[in-house]
């Protein structure tokens, strides 16, 4: 950010200082007047992929607090008016029409390629093909890792979790933890009651496992419950507290009602839970087959506004609320 505000500001002190020689870009000869048209054009691609990038292809971006994001997206905002302006009042010299080659160039080819790999995010399976769900928690939570693609789904090299969700809370300090979020304590998620987003029945519990990290390949879930809510499709809530899950084998749920509480248990990195549909009922990473989940109706902001949306998908950095 702070390389952008000394951006702006040298752009306005270089446009005060040549302000005499410049012209109005009608006034351009033709060839070097389209160039500047079309850098003018490339500009708004350029800032739409690039906020893209950074909001959502960003894995880094959940950590940052939302002040920081939208003042990211302001001064973003702000630039391309900047440039937007200078290029319809130019300066008519030769390094200057050779430098405006140059950034139309880059600034087309980065747009181009950042936008088109946000459309490829975006590529989820269409609402007949997908599960609908409630949200499994109250508050306000940030998908860690969601989607249909690599891009902002580190589930997609599996079958079994291809769909899978990641999503931890934000707390009143707007941000992941409190103090230096080193202790799991120090997580906003750690402790926070999950609830069942489906009615069915529970069909696996694992509730007896240490709430500390776990890489033995059979206990990559942790703690974990499993309920049936159609013939063929099981929805799973892993990585909660040990003891947490006040349900056995057999016991009918509903939705809304509490189901455990989000613990450090199985192959976690930071707390969060996870959530994903498959076609079994055991917890079973090697086999099986998932399928793509979509929210009943929740508020969620993706960029810098909040919007209420319905059966609709999640990608990475999504915030969302119930």
Not at 102 to 122: D, E, N, P, R, V
Not at 300 to 312: D, S
Request: charged share 20%.
């Amino acid at each position: 950010m702070a390389i952008l505000a000394i951006t702006i500001a040298g752009r306005f002190f270089y446009y005060i200082k040549t302000r005499d020689k410049r012209i109005k870009i009608s006034e351009e000869k033709t060839a070097f007047k389209l160039v500047r048209y079309a850098t003018i054009s490339m500009l708004p691609i350029f800032v739409y992929g690039f906020v893209t990038f950074v909001f959502v292809l960003q894995k880094g971006n959940m950590f940052a607090p939302s002040w920081m994001k939208n003042c990211l997206l302001l001064l973003l905002i702000l630039l391309m008016i900047t440039e937007i302006v200078y290029n319809f009042n130019i300066v008519q010299s030769k390094i200057s029409r050779i430098l405006n080659i140059i950034f139309c160039s880059l600034i087309g080819t980065l747009g181009f390629y950042l936008s088109s790999l946000y459309q490829t995010a975006k590529d989820y399976p269409t609402k007949h093909e997908s599960i609908t769900i409630e949200l499994p928690f109250q508050g306000k939570w940030i998908a860690t890792g969601a989607g249909a693609t690599g891009l902002t789904n580190h589930h997609d090299r599996i079958a079994s979790q291809k769909y899978a969700v990641d999503i931890s809370k934000i707390g009143n300090n707007g941000k992941l933890f409190s103090g230096q979020g080193i202790a799991k304590e120090e997580s906003n998620t750690y402790g926070e009651e999950i609830v069942s987003p489906v009615n069915g029945e529970v069909v696996w519990v694992v509730d007896t496992l240490p709430d500390t990290p776990i890489k033995e390949r059979d206990k990559l879930a942790g703690n974990h419950i499993v309920i049936k809510f159609q013939d063929s499709l099981y929805v799973a809530l892993a990585h909660l507290q040990p003891n947490s899950i006040p349900y056995k084998i057999g016991d009918k749920v509903q939705i809304g009602e509490y189901i455990g509480k989000v613990g450090m248990s199985g192959n976690t990195d930071f707390c969060h839970l996870h959530i994903h549909i498959q076609d079994r009922p055991e917890y079973d990473i090697e086999n099986g087959k998932s399928y793509p989940i979509r929210f009943k109706e929740y508020n969620r902001k993706r960029f810098a506004f909040w919007i209420k949306v319905k059966n609709e998908y999640l990608l990475s950095n999504d915030i969302v609320e119930r």
